[in-house]
């Protein structure tokens, strides 16, 4: 069986796709953040396919996508104030609310904690497809796991082939955020950011008063420690080369690259810095002078650095709030929180 190619602007993709999704098959589908990886939320079977084409640890749970923040009320019980306040806000949008879940969700889903992860996303053809299929669509990032995101129609297939490892893929152009949904965590005393995103730590803060920021999203966390969002601490966004995050002022850091620069090395900078790395096999994954291309450009270039011949790849990561946040984590995770300090090494 082949893969089927669905372009989103095509009248006939929705219902192709929501049949596919009834049917309990594997659906690629568009989102402002990520593709993601869908089936039906409420069919373990279908839910467990997604596991096993992904290669995704049975514990790490999937985020739930509905059409219209109203279903809310079908999954989860005990909402509170925050969440409604929040979906008024930010949905659809690149947001996933943490809630106590209702029985109705499989186990399988959850990985079987009590409580379930849900965004309503911003693009259109695919609201459109959970409104067709009836049900909720579960979907994780399309990436094989332990990869870089997938942000384009083209990375999914890269990673999964024409060959019907999964059903089909709908092709909705690339991505305009480019990494993963803010996850905050609504089922404790305070809400909780579990992994930044588009929706800024400010955005929040300004909304709810109150964020507390999860250790996750800072530092390394070892595999037998018990986190709220159980994905984050997995290895996550790699490239098969080393990555280390170089620091410093732009001038500091190409000359410490240049101190080491060996055949295999790869640099992955701001567009700006371009001229300064000349003779350092650089790559730009977006300009430092407006984040956003930054967000939306370094899947794909982690993608682009993913080749033997690539040892070690020496990145520079933005600093500080805003969008840098939610950039900054997914960098210093395929570095494995390894930075270096071109100051302290002359
Ligand atoms: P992905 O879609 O691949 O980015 O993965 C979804 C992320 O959401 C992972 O980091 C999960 O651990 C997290 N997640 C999903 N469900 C929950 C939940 N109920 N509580 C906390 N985190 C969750
Ligand atoms: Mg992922």
């Known amino acids: 069986m082949k893969t089927l190619i669905l372009p989103a602007s095509d009248p006939a993709t929705v219902s192709q796709a929501a049949e596919i999704i009834r049917a309990g098959g594997l ?64 949905w659809p949008g690149p947001l996933t609310m943490v809630l106590p879940v209702k029985p109705c969700v499989p186990k399988r889903t959850t990985a079987g904690l009590s409580t379930v992860a849900v965004r309503c996303p911003k693009t259109q053809v695919t609201r459109e497809l959970i409104r067709a299929a009836g049900v909720p669509i579960a979907a994780p990032s399309a990436n094989l796991s332990g990869k870089p995101s997938t942000t384009t129609a083209a990375h999914v297939l890269h990673d999964y082939g024409t060959g019907g490892r999964i059903d089909a893929i709908i092709d909705g152009g690339p991505c305009e955020v480019g990494v993963e949904s803010t996850i905050v965590d609504l089922t404790g005393e305070k809400p909780r950011l579990l992994r930044p995103g588009g929706i800024t730590p400010e955005e929040l803060r300004d909304l709810l008063g109150e964020l507390e920021i999860d250790r996750a999203v800072l530092a390394q966390i070892s595999d037998d420690t018990v986190v709220r969002a159980p994905g984050m601490k997995y290895k996550h966004y790699a490239p098969s080369a080393e990555v280390y995050i170089v620091s410093g002022s732009s001038e500091a850091a190409a000359a410490y690259v240049r101190r080491r620069f060996t055949e295999g090395d790869a640099v992955l900078c701001f567009e700006e810095e371009l001229p300064l790395f000349a003779g350092c096999n650089p790559t730009a994954y977006g300009k430092y002078g407006d984040m956003k291309t930054l967000s939306a450009g370094l899947f794909a270039a982690l993608r682009e650095l993913d080749r033997p011949e690539i040892k070690t790849i020496y990145a520079r990561c933005p600093e500080g709030g805003g969008i840098a946040c939610a950039v900054g984590n997914r960098l210093k995770k395929a570095a494995a929180f390894r930075v270096v300090d071109p100051e302290a090494d002359q």
């Open 27 to 90: 659906v690629a589908i568009p989102t402002e953040t990520v593709y993601g990886l869908g089936a039906n939320a409420m069919d373990e079977e279908a839910v467990a396919k997604i596991f096993l084409a992904k290669g995704r640890p049975q514990d790490n749970p999937l985020i739930i996508h509905i059409s219209c923040a109203e279903e809310l009320t079908r999954y989860c019980h005990d909402i509170p104030e925050a969440a409604w306040l929040l979906a008024e806000r930010f």
